[in-house]
């Protein structure tokens, strides 16, 4: 190609040939179809492979497309439905206060705390002499 000043569109159509069906990518082809077209004039694109393979890659890409929407749709349905079933999240419920065993008596008019000063609580180690 560079050999020949870009005057063989041959080359053009090798390119467009190679992009499709060996490295299967139609966007890169397209291109070097359409350079095929632009250099080999319209009579001979006509006439020739380049216009069959033009419409083919066209097709692949828009069937690529929709292949694409139809995967991100089936992803934000998934989603959708995953939200749907995931569980609430848990609220905090009140806990009713533990009641005791055994209630322990008050003294009766001293105010002060049933437990006398110096007593440990149930199940604190005493203090020893």
Partial sequence: ???????????????????MKSKEQCEPALAELKSYVLAAGPGIASEGPAMRLERECMDIVAANRQA??????????????????????????????ATPKAATPAIVGSGSSPVPEGVAAKGAALPTR
């Fill in 1 to 19: 190609d560079k050999l020949s000043g870009g005057k063989l569109p041959e080359v053009h159509l090798a390119r467009g040939v190679v992009f």
């Fill in 68 to 97: 694409e929407e139809a995967a991100r749709e089936m992803k934000a349905e998934a989603e959708r439905q995953a939200a749907k079933k995931a569980p609430a999240p848990a609220v905090p419920t009140a806990v009713p206060p």
